[in-house]
Nanobody
Framework: QVHLVESGGGSIQAGGSLTVSCKAS?????????MAWFRQAPGKEREGIAG???????TYADSVKGRFTISIDNAKKTLNLEMNSLKPEDTAMYYC???????????????????WGQGTQVTVSS
């Protein structure tokens, strides 16, 4: 079992920057696991926005490419998402996800992921 806890959300004006983090605990493995960030805006489906696989291959959704940067600190078992040039449409609950097994490549299908955090809210005002 892997337990994920997100932090770092908040309110910010458009154009600003914010970093959210996800701390993993439990059976987190000595090897690399796959992790990703998803978000869900009110009234919308949860969408994958950035993921990193066991070989450090990174995938971004088009909506955040060039503005968001995902990174992982294996020693601290922490996944980060640096968000720049934030827009009001980035307002959402941001969730961290992890896969039970090692992986090559990332899928943003919700069912592909085994563990989820409770989320952290990001609100971007115009």
């Amino acid at each position: 079992q892997v337990h994920l806890v997100e932090s770092g959300g908040g309110s910010i004006q458009a154009g600003g920057s914010l970093t959210v983090s996800c701390k993993a605990s439990g059976n987190t493995y000595n090897n690399r696991v796959c992790m990703a960030w998803f978000r869900q805006a009110p009234g919308k489906e949860r969408e994958g926005i950035a993921g990193i696989d066991s070989h450090d291959y990174i995938t971004y959704a088009d909506s955040v490419k060039g503005r968001f940067t995902i990174s992982i600190d294996n020693a601290k078992k922490t996944l980060n998402l640096e968000m720049n040039s934030l827009k009001p449409e980035d307002t959402a609950m941001y969730y961290c996800a992890a896969k039970r097994d090692l992986c090559a490549g990332i899928s943003f299908r919700l069912s592909w992921w085994n563990f989820w955090g409770q989320g952290t809210q990001v609100t971007v005002s115009s």
